[in-house]
T-cell receptor, first 118, second 113 residues
């Protein structure tokens, strides 16, 4: 029963290039979240998706960033025209559907993609 | 600013000693969670405590929550070298319809053999 799979683990891009980060959630998890972690900081929420739907993207920069979670395949976080400030670790997490009783569950995190913009 | 702030920022202890980390937050919450992050890795969920709970145990972990003071503590008893990691608290305000966690800046724990 594989956990959250992210690839690539490390990604180096030159300024102006595009970065595509992939995330496959835990089998059976229908909620996907993307977080960004700058060096020596905690994680900051970026976007929450369900299949084919962006539910909350309040943490996404208004320009150059987009995310999708198609019906088939992994969730993709796309950063266009990367700049040095985009260098960070990007983590994907998934969780089961919140139960009818209102129970919540801790996230299962992937190992992250470390993006370096040179 | 970050909702959660951990204290201390760094903690260095010997194996066998207990480690206590504290977390403060600013707004009302639905639940508070603690995560561990080993260097260069993703976060591992340790424990979740709901706003109507005051204390919770899981193995060598003990978490307390004081909603009147907006604070939580994580106690690791009989620490081991393998406990060396960064520990983050994360809060869920519960007002967005999903788990939108706000993480603190973390406590770096070093356990020496």
């Amino acid at each position: 029963n594989a956990g959250v799979m992210q690839n690539p683990r490390h990604l180096v891009r030159r300024r102006g290039q595009e970065a595509r980060l992939r995330c496959s959630p835990v089998k059976g998890h229908s909620h996907v979240y993307w977080y960004r972690q700058l060096p020596e900081e905690g994680l900051k929420f970026m976007v929450y998706l369900q299949k084919e739907n962006i539910i909350d993207e309040s943490g996404m920069p208004k320009e150059r960033f987009s995310a999708e979670f198609p019906k088939e395949g992994p969730s993709i976080l796309r950063i266009q025209q990367v700049v040095r400030g985009d260098s960070a670790a990007y983590f994907c997490a998934s969780s089961p559907r919140i139960g009818a009783e209102g129970g919540v569950y801790g996230y299962t995190f992937g190992s992250g993609t470390r993006l370096t913009v040179v | 600013s970050q909702q959660g702030e951990e204290d201390p920022q760094a903690l260095s202890i010997q194996e066998g000693e207990n480690a206590t980390m504290n977390c403060s937050y600013k707004t009302s919450i639905n639940n508070l969670q603690w995560y561990r992050q080993n260097s260069g890795r993703g976060l591992v969920h340790l424990i979740l405590i709901r706003s109507n709970e005051r204390e919770k145990h899981s193995g060598r972990l003990r978490v307390t929550l004081d909603t009147s003071k907006k604070s939580s503590s994580l106690l690791i008893t009989a620490s081991r070298a393998a406990d060396t990691a960064s520990y983050f608290c994360a809060t869920d305000a519960g007002n967005t319809g999903f788990q939108k966690l706000v993480f603190g800046t973390g406590t770096r724990l070093l356990v020496s053999p």
